[in-house]
């Protein structure tokens, strides 16, 4: 990815301006909602933070784990944690990483881009990918008691052994939703960048409105570009510069979006919604939509329906209580 503007990569402030953009992130509904989804489903933490961040960012999750909580009270633990965060970000500069802490537990990272330019990382970890055992609690005690640390090493041990074991396999499935969840927040962080300096040219600014207005037809790269003038190298050039996206990427998150709006009518069939916003055929459409949410779209659309199911029987229930 190139970066969006040299001006926004200054290095004076970069480090300020990460922190507000990872702020402005962590607020949004579309991160807010797939917190809340990502811990109910996997039952693992999940954070947003700045590089360089000097606290774990995991503590104070819901899903935290106990074990961990314990050890960031004690100081010499909870620098060992924090160098463990400096390593993970260290070795996630590029794509994700996952370490091992001192006493088996997994951290993982995953880079969130503005351009070229790593400006958060997505974080969850905390749990152990096998069985706790004697051996391991105890070679954890001995590592404490070299650093000084004190415990009640009772309930040191029953949150050690009640830590959530999540084999190799399925994690690395878990890490993938969140490398496809981290494209789009990379995608929302260069919006956010050039909603705020004001640097989207006139150009991208019209393509997008033609994009939007004929969004359902046949839409090619060589149409939008003579809509504004432009050839399609140029065009492509900017259009990747000022959005982070490709032409093609950008459609096709647009069509996905107006696709999961569409379903929430539950007599709208998938099909219909698909070619209704362009997709000219169903393979492609199911391709594209995987590849975006992470999960087919009638996979995507039972869960909708089952969530507004639930919510309207939560609503019932305090009605008739009511």
Same mark, same amino acid.
């Given at each position: 990815?190139?970066?969006?503007?040299?001006?926004? #990569?200054?290095?004076?402030?970069?480090? *300020?301006?990460?922190?507000?953009?990872?702020?402005?992130?962590? %607020?949004?509904?579309?991160?807010?909602?797939?917190?809340?989804?990502?811990?109910?489903?996997?039952?693992?933490?999940?954070a947003?933070?700045?590089?360089?961040?000097? &606290?774990?960012? =995991?503590? /104070?999750?819901?899903?935290?784990?106990?074990?961990?909580? =314990?050890?960031?009270?004690?100081?010499?633990?909870?620098?060992?944690?924090?160098?463990?965060?400096?390593?993970?970000?260290?070795?996630?500069?590029?794509?994700?990483?996952?370490?091992?802490?001192?006493? /088996?537990?997994?951290?993982?990272?995953?880079?969130?881009?503005?351009?070229?330019?790593?400006?958060?990382?997505?974080?969850? @970890?905390?749990?152990?990918?096998? %069985?706790?055992?004697?051996?391991?609690?105890?070679?954890?005690?001995?590592?404490?008691?070299?650093?000084?640390?004190?415990?009640?090493?009772?309930?040191?041990?029953k949150?050690?052994?009640?830590?959530?074991?999540? !084999?190799?396999?399925?994690?690395? $499935?878990?890490?993938?939703?969140?490398?496809?969840?981290?494209?789009?927040l990379?995608?929302?962080? *260069?919006?956010?960048?050039?909603? +705020? $300096? /004001?640097?989207? $040219?006139?150009?991208?600014?019209?393509?997008?409105?033609?994009?939007? &207005?004929?969004? @359902?037809?046949?839409?090619?790269?060589?149409?939008?570009?003579?809509?504004?003038?432009?050839?399609?190298?140029?065009f492509?050039?900017?259009?990747?510069? +000022?959005?982070?996206?490709?032409?093609?990427?950008?459609?096709?998150? =647009?069509?996905?979006?107006?696709?999961? *709006?569409?379903?929430? *009518?539950?007599?709208?069939?998938?099909? &219909?919604?698909?070619?209704e916003?362009? #997709?000219? $055929?169903?393979s492609?459409?199911? !391709?594209?939509?995987?590849?975006i949410?992470?999960?087919?779209?009638?996979?995507? !659309?039972?869960?909708?329906?089952?969530?507004?199911?639930? +919510?309207?029987?939560?609503?019932? !229930?305090?009605?008739?209580?009511?």
């Amino acid at each position: 990815m190139q970066p969006v503007s040299t001006l926004l #990569f200054a290095p004076v402030d970069s480090t *300020n301006r990460d922190r507000i953009l990872t702020a402005r992130i962590e %607020k949004s509904e579309i991160y807010r909602d797939y917190k809340k989804a990502f811990e109910a489903t996997t039952g693992l933490p999940l954070a947003i933070r700045t590089g360089g961040a000097f &606290e774990p960012p =995991l503590h /104070g999750s819901q899903c935290s784990s106990p074990f961990c909580a =314990l050890l960031a009270a004690r100081s010499k633990s909870c620098a060992a944690c924090l160098q463990l965060q400096q390593c993970v970000e260290t070795k996630a500069q590029k794509k994700d990483a996952t370490l091992e802490c001192f006493a /088996g537990l997994t951290e993982s990272a995953i880079p969130i881009f503005v351009g070229e330019r790593v400006v958060a990382f997505l974080q969850t @970890g905390q749990v152990l990918s096998q %069985k706790p055992s004697e051996a391991e609690f105890s070679r954890t005690l001995r590592l404490l008691g070299d650093w000084g640390t004190k415990a009640d090493i009772a309930l040191l041990k029953k949150a050690y052994f009640q830590t959530r074991v999540v !084999r190799k396999a399925p994690y690395e $499935s878990i890490l993938r939703l969140l490398s496809i969840f981290a494209r789009h927040l990379s995608a929302l962080s *260069n919006q956010l960048m050039i909603l +705020e $300096s /004001g640097v989207e $040219s006139p150009v991208v600014s019209k393509a997008r409105a033609f994009i939007i &207005e004929h969004m @359902g037809e046949l839409l090619s790269l060589s149409q939008v570009a003579q809509s504004v003038n432009m050839s399609t190298f140029y065009f492509c050039k900017t259009f990747k510069k +000022e959005t982070g996206l490709t032409f093609t990427e950008y459609v096709a998150r =647009l069509r996905v979006e107006a696709v999961k *709006n569409l379903l929430l *009518n539950s007599h709208k069939r998938v099909s &219909e919604a698909a070619f209704e916003v362009g #997709f000219q $055929s169903l393979s492609q459409f199911n !391709r594209v939509f995987h590849s975006i949410v992470g999960e087919s779209p009638s996979v995507y !659309r039972d869960r909708l329906h089952r969530s507004a199911g639930l +919510e309207f029987s939560h609503g019932a !229930r305090i009605a008739r209580a009511g």
